[in-house]
């Protein structure tokens, strides 16, 4: 019997959508339970349990359940260093580490219900960290290995973390990254700390303080099995920080089994994963993607995945197609601004390697641009892997749009996030929350809670509400622009709001803007996003400099030295410019569209409700003159 393309994802989806409960109490049943759930969904808006009455242990459902299996000697981990080392790790060996780790987490007293802050580089203890902390039921919070000392006391302060893990290093471009170092300088801002464990990974001599601890001396004194803590369904596995229009970010609150259930099922609809599957996933931990496609639903589904650590182009702009020839990869899940770069050299280098094994290509992070698209297509997949664009958020816990190759073969478009996965009711709506007719820009919504949905924001229920839910009555607003084609394929279009996407990573204009304040020179700032070509995003600011402060080429060198210090080197400003003031309206809110547009290089709109006029031109002129200067 022949079924026509799309027909049997089009039955699913309609089936989880006249009964999505029923639906995910049958997904639900591919999690390795304690006790089952008594209810499926209890949805107090904007709150959802998901799983309520319910007890699981994430470890287990990632390592113990294959240890009984054959899969218990299969590679769980094959690790790649920049350098060309590699090391690997059977679910066996990763399930030793993470008891023993979790027991030496508990000899620090580290108990259920207490956070864990993770900055460590991209190696395997990374996720044996996660584990050991979901092991004994303590919240963890990776904090990405790119941000600096004032990001990382932020988030420490936020989840009153007990215990920081980190390593004595990473190496990124063949430098070292002195991550204790930047631990050190935030410790006497973060008096929730009582320990600081230290994985030796670059052999950089670091000293050692009172509440240090080596993390090879206190796991070699750890006892070999630690009895996983049974935990409620809603159990806070996870906090993890991202940016939104605040200044501060945000803590992304994630459970335990609704959010392992989304990843569960949507890893197998959208990249159908085989036993023999080598998954490559080229996102760091310190994201989204990592946690969730990295560590949680691979290591449940058992298959390998490849962990690499560095840069894509160090020592050769070749490093991912090497490791994916390397070690066989099947499935590989990469951003745009990844292979934008890699686009631009050409087509020989991804040509002088074996890819045949691949067979399913996945994007993620930003929209990705259909020549973009084609090239991942032609030369990377030689025509014959599907291409997979999947939108989600840190919010979403797991992918929300996608083509779902494990379900059904759906013809492609290439710049399309296609379908919403089955049990996801998403929409696009007007201004005032009207669904719009198709080929028509509005607002993305999702009208239903999904499993992966966040519980809340760590400590600020108020905050979630407003963030998420009061922009449409009843329905979730991620703040992304899209629409929905005539087929209902759904085409991203941007952010709706002043997040930017830079290289893919996630910045706040307003996180930005107060970087630059806490220098002691500026008195005001304001950023914005201008399209690149590589990154996607980068980022432009004007900033006014306080009383008798003259702009100048060494304070902006300074202030692009202020930023990567307090925030990070993903957040380097490309362009800093001096102006006298900044546009505003007459209730004196920064115009923040006018200046996208100046910094874009747009014509400019309507300055009716301009402060003050001669604002906009000062801004205009500064920009032109130093756009002249910069060449
Ligand atoms: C954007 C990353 C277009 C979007 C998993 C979203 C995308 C934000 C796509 C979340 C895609 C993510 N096409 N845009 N396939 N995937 N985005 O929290 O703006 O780092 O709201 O999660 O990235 O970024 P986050």
Known sequence: MSVQPGRLLEKVSKEALSDPEKFWGEQAKSLVWERQW?????????????????????????????????????????????????????????????????????????????????????????????????????????????????????????????????????????????????????????PSVEHVVVFRRAGNPVSMGPRDVWWHEIVERAAPYCKPEMVASSHPLYILYTSGTTG???????????????????????????????????????????HSYMVYAPLMHGVTEIMYDGAPDYPKPDRYWAVAEKHGATILYTTPTALRMYMKYGDSIPNSFDLSSLRLLGTVGEPINPEVWQWYFTTIGKEACPIIDTWWQ??????????????????????????????????VVDE??????????????????????????????????????????????????????????????????????????????????????????IAESAVAGRPDATKGESIIAFVVTKEGIEGSDALRKELVDHIRRTVGPIATPDEVYFVGKLPKTRSGKIMRRLLKSIASGDKIGDVTTLEDGAAIDEVKRAYEELKKAVG
């Open 38 to 190: 008594d209810s499926v969904l209890e949805w107090k808006p904007p709150f959802a349990r998901w799983f309520s009455g319910g007890l699981l242990n994430a470890s287990v459902n990632c390592l113990d359940r294959h240890i009984s299996t054959d899969t218990k000697n299969k590679a769980a981990i094959t690790w790649e260093s920049e350098a060309g080392e590699s090391r690997t790790l059977t679910y066996y060996q990763l399930y030793r580490q993470v008891n023993r780790l979790a027991n030496a987490l508990k000899d620090l007293s580290v108990q259920k219900g207490d956070r864990v802050t993770i900055y460590m580089p991209m190696v395997p203890e990374l996720p044996v960290a996660m584990l050991a902390c979901a092991r004994i039921g303590a919240t963890h919070s990776v904090v990405f290995s790119g941000f600096s000392s004032q990001a990382l006391v932020d988030r420490v302060n936020d989840a009153k973390s007990k215990v920081i893990l980190t390593a004595d290093g990473s190496m990124r471009k063949g430098k070292l990254i002195d991550l204790k170092k930047v631990v050190d300088e935030s410790l006497p801002q973060a």
């Open 248 to 290: 501060k970010p945000k803590g992304v609150m994630h459970g335990t089994a609704g959010y392992l259930v989304h990843l569960y099922s949507t890893a197998k609809w959208v990249f159908d994963f085989q036993r023999s599957d080598i998954f490559f996933c080229t996102a760091d931990i310190g994201w989204v993607t990592g």
């Open 432 to 521: 005032s929350g009207r669904q719009v007719a198709p080929g028509t820009k509005g607002y993305l919504v999702v009208r239903r809670p999904w499993p992966g949905m966040l519980l809340s924001l760590w400590g600020d229920d108020e905050k979630y509400r407003n963030t998420y839910w009061s922009r449409f009555e009843g329905m979730y607003y991620p703040g992304d622009y899209a629409l929905a084609d005539k087929d209902g394929y759904l085409w991203l279009l941007g952010r709706a709001d002043d997040v930017l996407k830079v290289a893919g990573h996630r910045l706040g204009t307003m996180e930005l803007e107060s970087a630059f304040v806490s220098h002691r020179d």
């Open 394 to 427: 840190t919010e979403t816990g797991g992918i929300m749009l996608s083509a779902c190759t494990g379900i059904d073969f759906v013809p492609m478009k290439p710049g399309s996030a296609t379908l919403p996965v089955p049990g996801v009711d998403a929409a």
